[in-house]
């Protein structure tokens, strides 16, 4: 069974060397209950301010939102049960539905449609994604009328679970800064989970909500999301039937180990929206990085293929790009830097380098292949150009945040995802105009290009698929080439879940959307 003692509010959980000693088969409680497991801990759960994996998975099932995605691209309705394009581009109208409610009772209006992408467009780290849109209009309770400057390719898809939760206006329209609001660790939604206990580092809890707007959902009667900073009592907890799912899971060893478990189902599906690119960032505002020859020396000096080969057992595939080689618009006669440590040296000279260089490279805490592993690396590697790299661990997800968000580093691995559409996921990293001290997941590379802002500014409006991949490679070449970023590879995510689970989450946004419709087992 499920080891859980409630003591105090706060849910204490066993050690894992605990697990081992308990059944394998879990007992489910009264239409079931979901134990995910993950390493990264949330800052806090309103996914309208913050982005990544660590608020997105609570925040999906916390908020509603207008839309909801299929695993085919195709939109859905959800707290829109209709709505349409203007034919020149320039709105788009919800037509919401008329049941639905915030967790505290009050309705879901259109006035918190509009609060929650106007507080999103100013708020959120995505700043490209609602860049076009000008005000919402209310014409009625249960209309909003999206007004846009320029047509907006992907405003269909920003307006997904995990991009646009809608917050209740009654509660954070009070006059407190929305990215500090004492309501986001405990936050009020429509969504099909209410939030009932948030201990930062150990846990969240979410329990049905009984009132949710779609009928016969959820079908959980709880979701526990169990924070466990050592990756191998995550494995563990997942073969002994401690958990049920194991989303983000991207270590070779550990994917193949748990597809050794019987009882365990081991997918990569569900994270086609999602576009995950495993790199290198530079502090280009640093002085020991401004030069771009000093950047090209170290893309020169790092083999990619050692990297996603050996260190990645070849469960990685490799990325030459800002843009996923899956996406449509990648440019596949982008030249990427192999390694060639003549010319790495050669670039050193020439940018004046020639005493050696002191860096100091982070990493995001958590599973270590695809971090740490490469940060160590990096350390042996550059030191054959005449680089001294120091590898500075951060003991928890919003420290490494902290330090990236504030422009407090030199070098950094990250994981960044597209989202689906250059607009959403892609510009946000390249544009001038976002460089914003403290907000992760921006422009924290303090990269500027004129000519780039241009391009992404047209791709931005541009309806054309053609056209758009045409600006897309142009933009991709500059980049590449002045190296803010050193792409490695794609990161493989797996899924690793019971394999008596319905309705698994495998759709384009995999974990990071309502998990209404999912089922567990309900005992032996």
């Known amino acids: 069974m499920k080891l859980i003692t409630r003591f105090m509010g706060t849910a204490v959980f066993a050690t894992a060397a605990l697990f081992t000693a308990l059944p ?24 309208a301010v913050q982005s990544g994996i660590a608020t997105a998975v609570p925040s999906t099932q916390i908020f509603a939102s207008p839309l909801r995605y299929d695993a085919d691209w195709t939109p859905q309705p959800y707290l829109a049960e209709s709505w349409e394009m203007a034919e020149d581009g320039l709105s788009l109208t919800l037509n919401l539905v008329q049941n639905a409610t915030f967790h505290d009772g009050e309705p879901v209006t259109s006035a918190d449609v509009a609060f929650s992408i106007m507080t999103i467009k100013e708020n959120h780290p995505f700043q490209s994604m609602f860049a076009p849109v000008e005000g919402v209009d209310t014409p009625d309770e249960h209309t909003a009328v999206i007004r846009l400057s320029q047509p ?23 006059g407190q800064d929305v990215k500090a609001h004492s309501a ?14 948030f201990t930062p580092g150990e846990a969240i809890i979410l329990q049905k909500n009984p009132d949710f707007f779609l009928e016969g959902r959820p079908k959980l009667d709880e979701i526990i999301i169990r924070i466990i900073q050592d990756p191998s009592a995550m494995v563990i907890a997942m073969e002994n039937g401690e958990a049920d799912m194991y989303p983000f899971l991207a270590g070779s060893q550990d994917v193949r180990r748990l597809e050794r478990v019987d009882s365990l189902t081991i997918t ?36 990619r293929d050692f990297i996603t080969n050996a260190l990645h057992r070849g469960v990685s595939t490799q990325q030459r790009g800002p843009i996923i080689e899956s996406s449509p618009f990648f440019d596949e006669t ?14 050193m000279a020439e940018a004046g380098v020639t005493d050696g260089l002191e860096l100091t490279v982070d990493y995001i805490p958590g599973p270590a292949e695809q971090q740490r592993t490469v940060a160590e690396y990096l350390r ?22 902290g330090r990236v968000g504030g422009h407090d580093f030199e070098l950094s691995m990250d994981n960044v ?106 005992g032996d």
Do not use: C
């Open 184 to 197: 986001n660790a405990m936050p009020i939604g429509s969504g099909p989970f209410k939030v009932t206990e």
């Open 334 to 347: 982008v030249e990427p830097f192999n390694v060639d440590l003549d010319k790495a040296r050669a670039l």
């Open 380 to 401: 042996s590697q550059l030191e054959q150009i005449g680089i001294n790299v120091s590898v500075r661990a951060a003991p928890d997800f919003p420290t490494w945040a």
């Open 417 to 522: 995802f597209n989202w689906g559409d250059p607009v959403i996921g892609v510009h946000r990293t390249y544009l001038t105009d976002n460089i914003r001290q403290g907000v992760i997941w921006s422009n924290t590379q303090s990269y500027s290009n004129a000519r780039v802002d241009e391009i992404l500014a047209a791709a931005a409006v541009e309806l054309d698929e053609a056209k758009r991949k045409e600006l897309y490679s142009e933009f991709q070449q500059i980049v590449v080439g002045e190296v803010p970023v050193y792409f490695i590879n794609a990161t493989p995510y797996h899924t690793a879940y019971d394999s008596r689970m319905v309705n698994p989450p495998l759709g384009i946004w995999g974990p990071m959307h309502p998990m209404d419709m999912i089922e567990m087992p309900r």
């Open 152 to 174: 907006h390719p992907a405003l269909l898809l920003a307006l997904s679970p995990a991009l646009a939760p809608i917050l209740p206006k009654h509660i954070f329209d009070d």
């Open 268 to 303: 990569n599906e569900g994270y086609a929206g999602i576009g995950p690119i495993n790199w290198l960032a530079f502090n280009t505002a640093s002085p020991k990085l401004s030069d771009v020859r000093v950047r090209q020396a170290i893309a020169y000096a790092i083999d």
């Open 24 to 47: 394998s088969a879990p007992v489910h409680a009264e239409g079931g209950t979901l134990v995910i497991v993950g390493s990264q801990v949330p800052r806090h759960l309103n996914g």
